[in-house]
């Protein structure tokens, strides 16, 4: 599958999502001003990132279907794995916009924050549910005669759940301007990334894409579940050592999780190892917003060795996934040629 024309694809469709959203509006006796919002909200929020979660969707799909180029789908049936995508890219933008207004950002995917736009401000809260009531109205219009449409309802519903948990976490335990390091643990690291993350970044593509092909046997989406969430994992744990030792030509922007106070995997290593002495350095210095502690900190990460203890369990984790794969059971359907996808993407990514 060409990535490009996958990406140029998949594109092409969301002016027409676009139009039948609006449309609603219309039916709904909005006015113009109203609907023009609407519009914004949608087109600035949406499609600026990378739709890797969107486009899974639909690659998985063709894998579970054995196809091999974008010209093996019908219409009907690209556009409705695509929709399924585009949903996801919703419930992304739905987070993104509510998670900056949180954390108070500034820029977002080489724009300012919707927030910060001028005239947004605190509409923004209102704009964020109405990303995320744009997935159901699209669910819908062209999936409610399908079989499978209360659990593609079920699985939002669940997932956008989860992730709301693990954002409540990490909120409670790192915010930017407390640092509180007796609040930080890799128990905790893990519950965050796993529910903020994991599950509507990598579980959720599949397991769409999964009821859409008609693979909907519990033992199958487990089968998924269990190499996802750990590969999920395994991927913002990756995020997290890239952000303090990756360089920043390579990852394409300047680290900033020690001066955020971010309750990272990197962090969370060092306060299990260290000694009093150097925990007291990090007390001190962790999660300022100061260039000369932060060096402070990666000179006491790169003291703890951190770097080796981060391949170590990259080779580790690697080894059980890949043995997971293997042990696929494929006799109702499920490909493990899927997860292979998936790992393969992220194993040794450098940005």
């Known amino acids: ?36 919002w609407f519009q914004k ?4 929020n949406t499609p600026g990132g990378k739709l ?12 579970l279907k ?6 093996d789908f ?19 933008a739905y987070f ?6 949180m954390d108070q950002s500034i820029t977002r995917r080489g724009q300012p924050c919707w927030y910060r736009v001028e005239g947004v401000k605190e509409i923004a809260i209102n ?26 309802l079920d699985l939002f519903h669940e997932v956008t759940f989860q992730t ?8 409670i335990t790192a915010p930017e301007d407390h640092v509180d390091l007796s609040k930080f643990s890799l128990e905790k690291h893990s519950f965050i990334v796993i529910y903020k993350t994991a599950f509507y970044s990598f579980y959720l593509p599949v397991a769409l894409a999964m009821f859409m092909a008609g693979i909907n046997d519990e033992l199958d989406l487990k089968q998924a579940r269990d190499v996802l969430i750990p590969l999920g994992e395994y991927f913002q744990i990756q995020d997290d050592y890239l952000d303090c030792f990756g360089k920043p030509e390579d990852i394409g922007k300047i680290g900033t999780d020690i001066q955020d106070n971010k309750c990272s995997w990197v962090i969370n290593t060092a306060i299990k190892i260290c000694s009093p002495d150097e925990r007291k350095i990090l007390d001190e210095n962790y999660g300022r917003k100061d260039s000369a502690k932060e060096a402070i900190c990666k000179e006491l990460f790169s003291k703890l060795k951190i770097d080796e203890l981060y391949h170590q369990y990259e080779e580790k984790i690697a080894t059980e996934l890949k043995e997971k794969i293997s042990n696929i059971d494929e006799s109702r359907g499920f490909k493990g040629e899927v997860l292979t996808a998936f790992f393969k993407k992220i194993y040794k990514r450098s940005k």
Do not use: H
Not at 76 to 87: D, M, T, V
Not at 96 to 101: G, K, R, S, T, Y
């Open 74 to 92: 019908s219409e009907s049936e690209y556009k409705r794995a695509a929709i399924l995508g585009w949903c996801i890219e919703l419930l992304q």
């Open 96 to 101: 993104l916009v509510a998670d900056d207004m």
């Open 164 to 171: 709301e948990m693990g954002q409540l976490l990490d909120l």
């Open 52 to 63: 890797n979660r969107g486009i899974s969707v639909v690659d998985t799909y063709a894998l």
């Open 41 to 44: 909200n949608l087109d600035y």
């Open 127 to 152: 704009d964020a549910f109405m990303l995320e009531g744009a997935i159901y109205i699209l669910l819908k219009k062209y999936f409610r005669k399908d079989s499978y449409y209360i659990d593609l």
């Open 66 to 71: 054995g196809y091999k180029s974008y010209d």
């Open 1 to 36: 599958m060409d990535k490009e024309i996958g990406k140029k694809k998949f594109l092409e469709l969301f002016p027409e999502l676009v139009t039948e959203l609006l449309d609603v509006l219309r039916e709904n006796g909005m006015p113009n001003d109203a609907i023009s």
